[in-house]
């Protein structure tokens, strides 16, 4: 049995206390936050505190907070001998070093406020100052996900990098795409199937390999014709932009 602290009260931290909640292998000790109103998830199911000054002895404190504030919460846990991890994947170990004992239990998905998610084929990237610190957040990792990968802190900020273009940017595209359906009345949701089956293709195929569209194919006339019906200056700054990283991409000349 691995006994956990879960530190927050986002979408991160109630996301691991759903999930932790179901394994038999994990206990949930405590859940701390600053506010006793964003705890109210995990009240009547085990015991929640705002009171950083009376931590209660665990396997592994989980400290998932955001990035700025990671450090200073980190700070109550100096003197613990317990396991401190954090959850973000643009910050460094580093940021834990006044504690005993620190790692990384990163979950390589996007969270969204009131939804929780399984954890079955969320990537879990774990680093650890040593092989049994290692090896207990891999037992926990596997408490919960299929893939537990060794991700050192260089690698994960690289992957936070790859993870804000193919999530963060990605999204941002379908909120250009769904701008244009409105300001024309066209139902976004016509475009589901194709988003769907664009991310589909990838289980066979690499991003490269399942490039389509005007751009790939060199298609100036389609292409011009595209500018001509976008109206907003933004859109079509981007629109030339990425057609253009896609043609220098695949080869064809501008």
Do not use: W
């Not at 003197?79 to 790692?103: M, Q, Y």
């Not at 050192?152 to 999204?171: M, Y």
Request: proline share 2%; with cysteine; hydrophobic share 40%.
């Amino acid at each position: 049995m691995i006994s956990v602290v879960i530190v927050g009260t986002g979408n991160v931290a109630q996301n691991l206390f759903q999930a932790f909640d179901k394994v038999a292998d994990v206990e949930i000790i405590q859940v701390l936050g600053r506010n006793e109103n964003h705890l109210a998830f995990a009240k009547d199911k085990v015991f929640i505190s705002t009171d950083f000054n009376k931590i209660p002895s665990a396997d592994i404190y989980i400290l998932a907070v955001s990035d700025d504030s990671i450090g200073v919460v980190a700070e109550k846990f100096k003197d613990s001998i317990g396991l401190i991890v954090h959850t973000s994947g643009a910050t460094s170990l580093e940021v834990l070093s006044k504690c005993n004992r620190t790692g990384i239990f990163y979950p390589l998905q996007t969270f969204t406020k009131g939804k929780i998610i399984s954890f079955d084929d969320i990537p879990m990237c774990i680093e650890a100052k040593n092989e049994k610190d290692f090896e207990l957040l891999l037992n926990l990792g596997k408490t919960l996900s299929n893939t537990v990968i060794e991700v050192s802190s260089e690698q994960r900020k690289i992957l936070h990098v790859a993870a804000v273009f193919v999530n963060n940017f990605t999204n941002y595209m379908y909120t250009i795409g769904a701008d244009i359906c409105t300001e024309n009345n066209i139902d976004f949701k016509i475009l589901q199937p194709l988003i769907k089956e664009t991310a589909a293709k990838l289980d066979d195929l690499t991003p490269y390999q399942s490039q389509t569209g005007p751009a790939k194919r060199g298609d100036q006339k389609t292409l011009h014709k595209h500018l001509q019906l976008i109206k907003n200056t933004h859109q079509r700054e981007l629109y030339t932009l990425l057609s253009n990283a896609i043609k220098e991409k695949h080869g064809k000349e501008l």
